[in-house]
């Protein structure tokens, strides 16, 4: 249990606070995928439009960021528009929590500063587009996403359209196998792979139905076994990238990076960005279906949760 102390860190906005009251679902969502992942004006659209398709199921959209030193669980319009248009909310992830706290600053979590910010408040449910993982080359730069940590210790379940397809998706899938993160699917037996349907590497379990969902998740928590679960859903296939396109402009960003000596935390961000342009903003669009396709499946997740007894 946390402390009455972190607590008081965090912020629920009006609509958040009355869900919680009524015992509705809450389905959180991040923010770095507004400041960090996507162009203005369409991330603050996405954003909006994602939140639009959690209460159109019956669940209450909580998007989490820091804003004034404090974690704001659930934010208005006009926090949305502050953090998609500004460019100037850091990119906050378990290691920059405390600095933005103390410091007062603007920030948008990732999925790992996001998990964190969710368990806080007591929601088991977090919407994302696509988790961060192993990147390639990682074996010389070390460089493995904080997500996965987060997933190996921080009870919270992640819907996403797998991991993100710059990174190396078997060695993702082998670290969360080493931590115990059970990874589920949807709609099909095999990872997804963001941008693509298929990451051509099977799931450890195919739950289709968000009962069979909820009550795989309820077990594992009541068993005692604290950390993540990786529910993966596909991208609807009207609005999935060919396989060989995405794979060829991929290896030319992940070129460009590399020549321009971008790591740390803004290699995800210029992948996305590059990649965006290479594609003539079909990637963007293709990004746009993902989030609100992982919206449905996990304002239903959070629905079949409410009624599994813990
Ligand atoms: N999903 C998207 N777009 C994004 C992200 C996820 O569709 O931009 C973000 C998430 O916040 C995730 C981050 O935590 O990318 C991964 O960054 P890194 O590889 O630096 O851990
Ligand atoms: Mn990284």
Known sequence: MHSDLSRSWLVHSAPVAAAQAAGRPLVALESTIIAHGMPYPQNVQTARAVEAEIRALGAEPATIAVIGGRIRIGLADDELELLGRSGQAAKVSRRDLPALLAGGGLGATTVAGTMICAALAGIEVFVTGGIGGVHRGAPETFDISADLQELAKTSVAVVCAGAKS???????????????????????????????????????????????????????????????????????????????????????????????????????????????????GRSLATNIALVRHNAQVGARLALALAQAPR
């Open 166 to 280: 710059v990174l190396d998706i078997a060695l993702t899938l082998e670290y969360l196998e080493t931590h115990g993160v059970p990874v589920l699917s949807c709609e099909q037996d095999n990872f997804a792979a963001f941008y693509t349907r298929d990451s051509g590497h099977r799931a450890d379990y195919r739950l289709d139905a968000p009962a069979d969902q909820a009550r795989f998740i309820r077990t594992k928590w009541d068993l005692g076994l604290a950390g993540g679960v990786v529910l993966s859903t596909p991208v609807p296939a009207a609005d999935a990238m060919a396989r060989e396109e995405i794979d060829g402009i991929t290896a030319q960003a992940l070129a460009e990076a590399k020549t321009q000596g971008i790591g740390g935390k803004a290699l995800t961000p210029f992948l996305l960005d590059r990649i965006k342009a290479l594609t003539g």
